[in-house]
């Protein structure tokens, strides 16, 4: 079995604890503790391939990135998808600039011969932020009550990226 490897957008450190505070708030009412348990990091998944090799497509990201500014971003809902992870979400704003980073980011993977799944095509591509999965579903309305009480960050700027297990944080 191959390994998928992804590019994840991660936030500023401010923003990034008030993710993180809204997990422990959901580990503390024992909605769910999975994103704790495996150590996650908050992220907004930009693309995902099990054609993605970090050795060989780090110095590709790092130059899209380098030509980047860093990215203004709101988060404007809460979300479920009902599956058999059951992932509650916070979703970004689809601004124009967020959604022409993907593309690019997604068209520059693209001349490297990786082919981009259906999901992370323009449009397909679903923008959301993990804060829980495999919540159980009588949890569902505690858990988005839970989250909406959180006083997350309305805005922030983006500047770190993340392929596979390296950094390209600036």
Not at 16 to 21: A, F, G, I, L, T
Not at 63 to 72: I, T, Y
Not at 95 to 124: H, N, P, R, S, W
């Amino acid at each position: 079995m191959s390994q998928t490897f992804s590019i994840e957008l991660y936030f500023d450190p401010a923003l990034e604890n008030q993710v993180v505070k809204a997990w422990n708030i959901l580990a503390r009412r024992q909605i769910s503790t999975q994103l704790i348990e495996i150590e996650s990091r908050p992220h907004i998944t930009l693309l995902s391939s099990p054609f993605l090799d970090p050795a060989r497509h780090e110095s590709v990201v790092k130059s899209f990135v380098s030509k980047q500014e860093p990215l203004a971003l709101s988060f404007s809902s809460i979300g479920t998808f009902p599956n058999e992870k059951n992932v509650l979400f916070l979703a970004p704003a689809p601004t124009m600039a967020l959604l022409q980073f993907q593309v690019q980011l997604c068209e520059a993977i693209k001349k490297e011969g990786i082919e981009i799944g259906k999901e992370f095509k323009a449009d397909d591509w679903i923008l959301y932020c993990s804060v829980a999965q495999e919540v159980p579903k009588n949890k569902n309305g505690g858990g988005i009550l839970c989250v909406e009480r959180v006083e997350v960050a309305c805005f922030w700027l983006c500047n770190g990226y993340w392929i596979g297990g390296v950094s390209t944080c600036s």
